[in-house]
């Protein structure tokens, strides 16, 4: 069985400062793992994601994270946060197993001046 | 073309209704996906196809209806709702549903809100 685990419901930093996401997964088999934003009433967006190459990704506007196989975790991070990076941010796993994918419970970000 | 589309963009339905959800990608893509998102929930899981046939359903009442027609097109049939069903439906499509291709991208969904 997979899960995800995302370790904090809200996040807040001050704009320029770094951002880290942290989410740890559980899945019984090689895992896909993928960092989704939405803004408010919007679809979902793909950061990035991990499927077993690099183990450090790099995602769109400036977002990476790293697969730690031994940790079980992938956290997202930034080294500077904008004001536009406020939004909900969902980890997710996904392994052949299950043929479906798994959504962590999601993390606010709040992004002040 | 790098897009998931969905209409409408808001629907406000009576319990004795029927209406249609639409979803379309030209993206070449072999597997969708609907569901149903809650506010400040993850989205969660109603309907997968994989090669135009319904591979998942996770256990959805009835009053739900999907339907895959072609390879590009995907409709969510809806009757008799409650309204509790009110929430964001959101559509997606991956390359396959399994395999290093499944990340999915998703269609900026249709608010319902049933009365």
Redesign the interface.
Known sequence: AQSVTQLDSHVSVSEGTPVLLRCNYSSSYSP?L?W?VQHP??????LL?Y??AATLVKGINGFEAEFKKSETSFHLTKPSAHMSDAAEY?CVV?D?LA???T????TTLTVKP | DTE?TQTPKHLVMGMTNKKSLKCEQHMGHRAMYWYKQKA????E?MF?YSYEKL??NESVPSRFSPECPNSSLLNLHLHALQPEDSA?Y?C?SSQS????Y????????T?LTVL
Do not use: M, W
Request: glycine fraction near 14%; avoid cysteine; charge should be positive.
């Open positions: 896909s993928f989704y009433n919007k679809g979902l967006q793909l994601k499927t077993s969902f996904s052949s043929g479906k994918s959504f962590g419970d999601g | 998931v400040k929930k993850p989205p899981l997968v591979s998942i964001l959101l997606a549903r399994d395999g290093p499944n990340e999915q991208f998703f269609g900026p969904g608010r």
